[in-house]
């Protein structure tokens, strides 16, 4: 089962007992805020959770093509890492 951002916003919403509405504003301005942080090249880190961070690989010159023929040196990637006891919450399963 898939926690959507609907379902996140009713279960917080009855845990906390504020409103819907509230609750889906508060998500989506830290959707926004990430959004942003990682963008920048930065790294958000949510303790004894998980770590999101941007990743900048160098391909060297001749590693792929983009659309318009030119390399493409330089990609970004997004890793995600979770923390200790994520991991060993995972392994458990």
Same mark, same amino acid.
């Given at each position: ?6 379902t996140?916003?009713?279960?917080? +919403?009855? %845990?906390?007992? =504020?409103? *819907?509405?509230? @609750?889906?504003? !508060? ?13 920048? +090249?930065? %790294?958000?880190? =949510?303790? *004894?959770?998980? @770590?999101?961070? !941007?990743?900048?690989i160098?391909?060297g010159?001749?590693?792929?093509m983009?659309?318009? +023929?030119?390399p493409?040196?330089?990609i970004?990637?997004l @890793? ?7 991991r ?6």
């Amino acid at each position: 089962m898939a926690l959507t951002k609907k379902t996140m916003v009713s279960e917080i +919403g009855r %845990r906390t007992r =504020l409103r *819907n509405h509230d @609750v889906q504003r !508060v998500i989506e301005t830290l959707i926004d805020v990430w959004t942003e942080e990682l963008a920048s +090249g930065g %790294r958000i880190e =949510l303790e *004894n959770f998980l @770590v999101l961070e !941007v990743q900048r690989i160098d391909r060297g010159e001749q590693r792929g093509m983009l659309s318009t +023929g030119q390399p493409c040196r330089v990609i970004h990637r997004l @890793v995600v890492r979770p923390s200790k006891p994520m991991r060993e919450r995972l392994h458990k399963l």
